[in-house]
């Protein structure tokens, strides 16, 4: 299995980013997908969520209204959609894939496969 995270970058405060998490050798859409971060020191944070089918997504209170998750059974990917980027959303993200019954998880150890992050780092 391997999820492959793209995307991050460097952005001035206010821009936009969109990452890309492209999936392999797992039924992808067998499994429920997350976005999580994380700082050097830090525990990693939730982020977003969002079902097999894509139906459900739940986002974080901190990034509630500015990042959108959604995926593409199709082409065996999830995104996040940042917009109005602050300097506290730097961070490395990671896309995680989870088999766990339920729409989805905001836990990290509920998550079996995970990417290798993207480092988004947003200037002031």
């Known amino acids: 299995v391997q999820l492959q995270a793209s995307g991050g970058g460097l952005v001035q405060a206010g821009g936009s980013l969109r990452l890309s998490c492209a999936a392999s050798?797992?039924?992808?859409?067998?499994?429920?997908m997350g976005w999580f971060r994380q700082l050097p020191g830090k525990e990693r944070e939730f982020v977003a969520a969002?079902?097999?089918?894509?139906?459900?997504?739940y986002h974080a209170d901190s990034v509630q209204g500015r990042f959108t998750i959604s995926r593409d059974n199709a082409k065996n990917t999830v995104y996040l959609q940042m917009n109005s980027l602050k300097p506290e959303d730097t961070a490395v993200y990671y896309c995680?894939?989870?088999?766990?019954?339920?729409?989805?998880?905001?836990?990290?150890?509920?998550?079996?496969?995970w990417g290798q992050g993207t480092l988004v780092t947003v200037s002031s």
């Open positions: 995680a894939a989870t088999s766990q019954s339920g729409s989805y998880s905001s836990l990290a150890y509920d998550y079996n496969y």
């Open positions: 969002i079902s097999r089918s894509g139906t459900v997504a």
């Open positions: 050798g797992l039924t992808f859409s067998r499994y429920a």
